[in-house]
C-alpha cells in the first residue's frame, strides 16, 4: 500500500533558526514523484518541488533545500534562516501508481515561525 | 497572470439546498481536479477530469457532481448539502501528457462552504 508519513504535527521555532520538516513514504513503484506543498493561512496550497524517484540530487532554492534518499524512502525538507512568513502548513505527497495523476497526501506539518 | 480562480470565495448554503461552485483557469491545462479540505486535513480527492474524460473517485458521495463544459471552466455541484459537507473546495489543474508525467497541481484559493 501507498502511504505518505509526516509524523511531525506541529513545528514551532523562533525566527532565523533552521527547520526540518519530515516525510517518509511508502510504496511499490520503480517509478514516482514527490512533491512538497506549502498551504499558508490563507488556504491556497501553493507547490514547491517535485522529484521523481531517479533524481536523488539533493535540491536548494534559497533558504529551502530537500534531501531525498531512497535508501530510506525519505524526502525531508529544510528552512535554513526561518522568517514568519514561513509560518504554514506543510504537506508532503507522492504519485498514485494505479491511477493517473492523483496524489498520496501526508498530514501536514503546521509550522510555527515565532518572532 | 495565469491562474486558478474560485468563485465564490466564501459560500453559505441551508441544510439541503442545491450549491455550486466553480472554477476557472487560464492555464489552458486540461486536467482539473476538484479536492475537499476539512480542517487540519489533508486534502481529498473527490473527482477528476482528464480533458473531458470525468473520474470519480470510489469514496467520493453520489451528493457531489461535476461538470467541465469547456477546457477552462469546471463546476462542482453539491445536491443536497449535509452539515458534514462544510469544508474547503479546492480546485486545481495540471498538465498532462500521455503517460504519467504528473505535472505539479496549480491550485485556486478554495471556496470556504459553510452549510447551516
Known amino acids: 500500500a501507498q502511504k505518505v508519513t509526516q509524523a511531525q504535527t506541529e513545528i514551532s521555532v523562533v525566527e532565523k533558526e533552521d527547520v526540518t520538516l519530515d516525510c517518509v513514504y511508502e510504496t511499490r513503484d520503480t517509478t514516482y514523484y514527490l512533491f512538497w506543498y506549502k498551504q499558508p493561512p490563507s488556504g491556497e496550497l501553493v507547490f514547491l518541488i517535485r522529484?521523481?524517484?531517479?533524481d536523488e540530487q539533493n535540491e536548494i532554492s534559497g533558504r529551502y533545500s530537500w534531501n531525498f534518499q531512497k535508501s530510506t524512502s525519505s524526502f525531508n525538507f529544510t528552512i535554513t534562516a526561518s522568517q514568519v512568513v514561513d509560518s504554514a502548513v506543510y504537506f508532503c505527497?507522492?504519485?498514485?501508481?494505479?491511477?493517473?495523476?492523483?496524489?498520496?497526501w501526508g498530514a501536514g506539518t503546521k509550522l510555527i515561525i515565532k518572532p | 497572470d495565469a491562474m486558478v480562480i474560485q468563485n465564490p470565495r466564501y459560500q453559505v448554503t441551508q441544510f439541503g439546498k442545491p450549491v455550486t461552485l466553480s472554477c476557472s483557469q487560464t492555464?489552458?491545462?486540461?486536467?482539473m481536479y476538484w479536492y475537499q479540505q476539512k480542517s487540519s486535513q489533508a486534502p481529498k480527492l473527490l473527482f477528476h477530469y482528464y480533458d473531458k474524460d470525468f473520474n470519480n473517485e470510489a469514496d467520493t458521495p453520489d451528493n457531489f457532481q461535476s461538470r467541465r463544459p469547456n477546457t477552462s471552466f469546471c463546476f462542482l455541484d453539491i445536491r443536497s448539502p449535509g452539515l458534514g459537507d462544510a469544508a474547503m473546495y479546492l480546485c486545481a489543474t495540471s498538465r498532462e501528457v500521455a503517460g504519467k508525467s504528473y505535472n505539479e497541481q496549480f491550485f485556486g484559493p478554495g471556496t470556504r462552504l459553510t452549510v447551516l
Open positions: 522529484r521523481n524517484s531517479f
Open positions: 505527497a507522492l504519485s498514485r501508481g494505479d491511477s493517473n495523476y492523483q496524489l498520496i
Open positions: 492555464l489552458n491545462h486540461n486536467v
